[in-house]
Nanobody
Framework: QVKLVESGGGLVQRGGSLRLSCAASGIIFSIYTMGWYRQAPAKQRELVASIGSIGTTNYADAVKGRFTISRDNAKNTVYLQMNDLKPEDTAVYYC???????WGQGTQVTVSS
């Protein structure tokens, strides 16, 4: 079964940076599109970035130019580099194998003003 373990969250000030990591197991990682989602309090979970098996990336408008998604297939890991963080980026961040139902536990990102 698919297992996803996110890490790298924390508390940062406005304008700061964080790098999230997500280690996947139980799948042939390299063939799947991976996504980073986030869920803020009282809001729906939303897709913020995705990366295909050959590295094609897509971003939500709210994070374009600030966030970068990448993957290391040798390590079965997907990353989310987040720069110029804003208070509205505060959320629990989750990674997901697109097309699969499993979610990890998430990692909290809090941006103070």
């Amino acid at each position: 079964q698919v297992k996803l373990v996110e890490s790298g969250g924390g508390l940062v000030q406005r304008g700061g940076s964080l790098r999230l990591s997500c280690a996947a197991s139980g799948i042939i990682f390299s063939i799947y599109t991976m996504g980073w989602y986030r869920q803020a309090p009282a809001k729906q979970r939303e897709l913020v970035a995705s990366i295909g098996s050959i590295g094609t990336t897509n971003y939500a408008d709210a994070v374009k130019g600030r966030f970068t998604i990448s993957r290391d297939n040798a390590k079965n890991t997907v990353y989310l580099q987040m720069n110029d963080l804003k208070p509205e980026d505060t959320a629990v961040y989750y990674c997901k194998v697109l097309g699969q139902s499993a979610w990890g536990q998430g990692t909290q990102v809090t941006v103070s003003s």
